[in-house]
């Protein structure tokens, strides 16, 4: 079994290594610098009695993932990332996933998690991946970070060790979960999945369709009652994209001032989704943003608010980092 020090020493210099070549990124033009008006101080992100002492992450790296772990790390609940193959691949991502637990100085374990044995491939997952895996090319290229954990289990075991309760969001196909699902037990609370739950009326999203027989084998295997699905509004405008609003105002040290960086490196692979991911971290951080609709959770705030507390939480990093 690997050595969890050499591996979280591992993951720090594949960071550096990565952060060092940074120089010689393509240009892209930056969002214009606009100030955010002051506001109130918000609550301190997750304290919230829904909140379990622990979090698993789950993630494929998505741009919109990477805003979501920035926004959950500087809790200090975070205690793995498990990188699955979708967006990014397992050995790719898990770099990705890296930078931001170094920069955030959290004890975080990245784990390199398992890939779709049967991946679909979208037309539009090739651009999305190659921006994915650099984190929107702040990073100069790929570097694996090893090889999917052969022991993947047990190093989540070890990982969440001595936590009492745990939450699990759910950002990624469902390849990796069911081999490490055993070991969280019943201290298991609550999986908090992007999405609505699949129906006969609703198609599949990424998650599901990506890997399908695990998505179809967790949805059966007696665990729906403690998920919670978080989506935007069916008919969600423009407003729920990422533009400057949203990146201006946080921090410029730190892992604020890297997420703001990469946000900015190249604005077009960021305009062209919305707050998916983000959405999710932030149901877990202030649950009393969102309403029940149906069958899932969704805003019940304006996206300027969904914004504002996703920032505030960014950049708690710097208000927690001793």
Not at 15 to 27: K, N, Q, S, T, Y
Not at 161 to 188: E, H, K, N
Not at 205 to 214: K, L
Not at 261 to 286: F, H, K
Request: net charge negative.
């Amino acid at each position: 079994m690997a050595n969890p020090r050499l591996g979280r020493w591992t993951a720090l210099a594949a960071a550096v290594a990565v952060l060092a070549g940074c120089a010689r990124m393509p240009e892209f033009a930056l969002f214009d610098e606009q100030a955010p008006e002051e506001a109130a101080e918000l609550p301190t992100p997750g304290d919230n009695p829904a909140a379990a002492a622990c979090v698993l992450i789950d993630t494929d790296m998505a741009l919109d993932d990477a805003r979501a772990i920035a926004a959950m790390l500087p809790t200090g609940k975070v205690r793995a990332i498990v990188t699955t193959g979708g967006v990014s691949r397992p050995e790719n991502g898990a770099s990705a996933a890296a930078v931001l637990a170094a920069l955030s100085r959290k004890d975080v374990r990245v784990l390199v998690g398992k890939p779709s044995p049967a991946p679909t491939s979208p037309d539009w997952l090739p651009a999305s991946r190659q921006s994915a895996e650099r984190l929107g090319y702040f990073l100069a290229t790929t570097v694996p970070l090893g090889p999917p954990e052969t022991f993947l289990a047990e190093e989540v075991r070890q990982a969440m060790r001595g936590c009492q309760t745990i939450d699990v969001l759910m950002l990624a196909p469902w390849s990796s979960f069911a081999t490490y699902r055993p070991q969280l037990g019943t201290r298991l609370r609550r999986i908090i999945v992007q999405g609505v739950p699949p129906t006969a009326a609703a198609p599949l999203g990424f998650s599901c369709s990506y890997d399908r027989a695990a998505c179809q084998s967790v949805l059966e295997g007696g665990l729906v009652e403690i998920m919670t699905w978080v989506a935007l509004p069916e008919h969600a405008d423009d407003s729920f994209v990422p533009r400057p609003d949203m990146f201006n105002g946080l921090a410029a040290t730190g892992l604020p001032g890297a997420i703001k960086a990469m946000m900015q490196i190249n604005p077009s692979a960021v305009t062209e989704g919305y707050l998916w991911d983000d959405t999710a971290a932030l149901y877990w951080l202030y649950p009393d943003l969102f309403g029940e609709r149906g069958a899932h959770v969704e805003p019940v705030v304006p996206a300027a608010t969904l914004k504002e507390h996703w920032r505030y939480a960014v950049n708690e990093a710097i208000e927690r980092q001793y």
